[in-house]
């Protein structure tokens, strides 16, 4: 058996404090690098619907524009487009009111001029073309494909007003198959 006597007792604790002492500066020093606060709000994070206004968006386009090239001929395009701006405004109408409860109001408008620089950019022109000739009406790109219209996207500008402020984006939706 090993006897310490009282001097030697309060060295082994001092060792043993500064021991427990160096393996816990790693922690303290990871905990005050990380910036931790218990509320992220008040961090700076902001509740902003917008990019889920965009995907529903991106939804509502892909599944509305997908029976347009069965039910409209190319001369119909101008009713495809009213058409597909109908299907897609009970969408509009939710997205707008569906943040009201949390303080958030959206609006959302076709963009025609964002659709007709993402035409210029992806319809190519002349004779080489697989498809026939796009075109844009009240913010929605259709293109002739074998006599049918077809949707390739809408132009949004998406305006999210809370208050924390206000996000606006513009964005082209791509219908996907079109």
């Known amino acids: 058996m ?3 006597n009282g001097s030697e007792r309060g060295q082994l604790v001092l060792v043993a404090a500064v021991l427990v002492a160096v393996a816990l500066a790693p922690v303290v020093l990871a905990y005050l690098q990380l910036g931790y606060h218990d509320d992220v709000r008040a961090a700076g994070a902001v509740d902003d619907p917008t990019d889920d206004t965009v995907r529903v968006l991106g939804r509502a386009v892909e599944q509305e524009s997908a029976s ?3 039910r409209y001929a190319w001369a119909e395009r101008t009713a495809a487009v009213t058409a597909l701006r109908d299907a897609l405004e009970p969408v509009r109408s939710r997205l707008r009111t ?3 409860e949390r303080g ?3 609006e959302i408008r076709y963009n ?3 659709a007709r620089a993402w035409q210029s950019a992806n319809c190519p022109g002349g004779p080489g073309r697989e498809f026939g000739n796009c075109s844009v009406d009240r913010g929605v790109v259709v293109q002739e494909r074998t006599d049918r219209t077809h949707v390739l996207g809408v132009g949004f500008d998406v305006t999210t007003t809370s208050e924390r402020g206000e996000t606006a984006v513009t964005v082209m939706v791509e219908a996907v198959g079109g």
């Open 112 to 114: 025609a001029t964002v």
């Open 2 to 4: 090993v006897r310490v």
């Open 68 to 70: 347009v090239p069965r």
């Open 98 to 100: 569906g943040e009201m």
């Open 104 to 106: 958030a109001v959206t």
